[in-house]
Nanobody, 124 residues
């Protein structure tokens, strides 16, 4: 069992930056693929980024490439999402997710564990 707790959300002006963190419980964190998803009001949840257990592979949605970067620190059981050049369309609840497989991609059904989410608001 893995428990995930996101933090770092808030209100930022367009063009600004935020760094989200997701702290995971459990000694097997380093074996999990980790992902970030987001959901805006009235929209379906969408994939943002994923990172393999070793951080050797990362995968980002086209809409965020070059602006949002996923990383992880297995010693701290934490995965991060650095968000730069934020746009109003980036506003959403951001969720951290963990997959106990080697899958590193955008299919949300492959992720077994989810956090409660952290709100990101981008003002124009």
């Amino acid at each position: 069992q893995v428990q995930l707790v996101e933090s770092g959300g808030g209100v930022v002006q367009a063009g600004g930056s935020l760094r989200l963190s997701c702290a995971a419980s459990g000694r097997t964190f380093s074996t999990y693929t980790m992902g970030w998803f987001r959901q805006a009001p009235g929209k379906e949840r969408e994939f943002v980024a994923a990172i393999s257990w070793s951080a050797g592979s990362t995968y980002c949605a086209d809409s965020v490439k070059g602006r949002l970067t996923i990383s992880r620190d297995n010693a701290k059981n934490t995965v991060y999402l650095q968000m730069n050049s934020l746009k109003p369309e980036d506003a959403a609840v951001y969720y951290c997710a963990a997959s106990p497989t080697y899958y590193c991609g955008h299919d949300d059904y492959r992720y077994s564990y989810w956090g409660q989410g952290t709100q990101v608001t981008v003002s124009s």
